[in-house]
């Protein structure tokens, strides 16, 4: 069972920032999770993708996050990391690590990722 451990999270003012990582157990090449991605998740909503990146390193954003968060990867050590500049009170939520063998809709689906792994969240919280 791969494990996907997150951190990083923690408490910051609005218009800061924070770098979170994750971490996986064994390689992702080899259980072919060829995309690894960012969601949150705030109290009382669903739960959001914010960013991915494929093992060839194309990466995507949401709309709510491009040009302040920028998503990483290292293949030689299994890890992402989530570069969170210009924090806003409403990026505030439990960002959660996530893998899959594909890019797709899935991504967006409610649950997300039903067929993919998943860390157990870093809490980001962005104080006004």
């Known amino acids: 069972q791969v494990r996907l451990v997150e951190s990083g999270g923690g408490l910051v003012q609005a218009g800061g920032s924070l770098k979170l990582s994750c971490a996986a157990s064994?390689?992702?090449?080899?259980?072919?999770?060829?995309?690894l991605g960012w969601y949150r998740q705030a109290p009382g909503k669903q739960r959001e993708f914010i960013a991915a990146?494929?093992?060839?390193?194309?990466?995507t954003y949401a709309d709510s996050v491009k040009g302040r968060f920028t998503i990483s990867r290292d293949n030689a050590i299994d890890t992402i990391y989530l570069q969170m500049n210009s924090l806003k009170p409403e990026d505030s939520a439990v960002y959660y690590c996530?893998?899959?063998?594909?890019?797709?809709?899935?991504?967006?689906?409610?649950?997300?990722?039903?067929?993919?792994?998943w860390g157990q969240g870093t809490r980001v919280t962005v104080s006004s």
């Open positions: 996530a893998a899959s063998a594909t890019w797709g809709t899935s991504w967006y689906a409610n649950p997300p990722l039903p067929s993919g792994y």
């Open positions: 064994e390689s992702i090449f080899s259980i072919n999770m060829g995309w």
């Open positions: 990146t494929s093992r060839g390193s194309s990466t």
